[in-house]
């Protein structure tokens, strides 16, 4: 079915089913536009692998995305809002496997509420890592339990709040003598920025593409 046939919704009128459209088509193009966006100076090979789930949950209301606060005492990433995820294990056998792993693990999302769509382009962090984002549907009921250890908090923002570009901050800050930029998307209470809304806007282009204008 082509694109033609499959219009983009209103953000507040988003199916599943078009989600699964857009994914099943492959996206490459876009893929292929974002993914340099996120790729750092470091050499991959030098990078630890890992995988985080982008949770899109079933709401009668709408579509949300889950997302976690973690705890304040973790050695990566402390405090910060994220995915459930977490480094790739051998056993694991793909980043697939290791964002189902790391979901169960840090909420307790149960496999057979988990329908993976597809991944978004690689995404390179500073404190190296090289994450595989695995989007999925999660289909409620929720009996979330929280890995008291790694996570603080849990909440769900509107996926039409994410995937509206007036949310999309673009912030500028010296560090060490460098100009770096970064993404934010502050929602209620919370602030979401860095790596997790990096891979919220990759969302964004890789469903409405183009991605001419993402550094803007």
Not at 103 to 127: F, H, N, W
Not at 173 to 198: H, N, Q, S
Request: with cysteine; proline share 8%.
């Amino acid at each position: 079915m082509s694109s033609e046939l499959y219009p983009s919704p209103r953000l507040d009128a988003i199916t599943a089913d078009w989600l699964r459209q857009r994914f099943a088509e492959g996206s490459s193009a876009r893929a292929k536009d974002v993914q340099h966006l996120h790729q750092m100076t470091i050499p991959v090979a030098a990078l630890r692998p890992a995988a985080v789930l982008v949770p899109l949950v079933l709401r009668p209301s709408g579509m949300t995305v889950l997302l976690t606060k973690r705890t304040a005492h973790l050695k990566d990433h402390a405090g910060q809002v994220s995915f459930p995820g977490g480094r790739c294990e051998p056993e694991d056998g793909s980043p697939i496997r290791t964002a189902i792993r790391e979901a169960e693990e840090e909420v307790g999302l149960e496999s057979r509420q988990i329908e993976v769509l597809g991944t978004l382009p690689d995404y390179d962090t500073g404190t190296g890592f090289h994450v595989v984002p695995v989007v999925a549907l999660i289909h409620p009921p929720l009996n979330l339990k929280l890995d008291d250890f790694e996570v603080a908090d849990v909440f769900e923002p509107p996926l039409s709040f994410i995937l509206d570009r007036d949310n999309h901050q673009r912030h500028r800050v010296e560090a060490r003598g460098k100009l770096r930029e970064f993404w934010a998307m502050p929602w209620e209470d919370y602030y979401i920025w860095g790596a997790t809304a990096g891979m919220l806007v990759s969302l964004y282009h890789y469903l409405y593409g183009p991605v001419g204008e993402i550094g803007e």
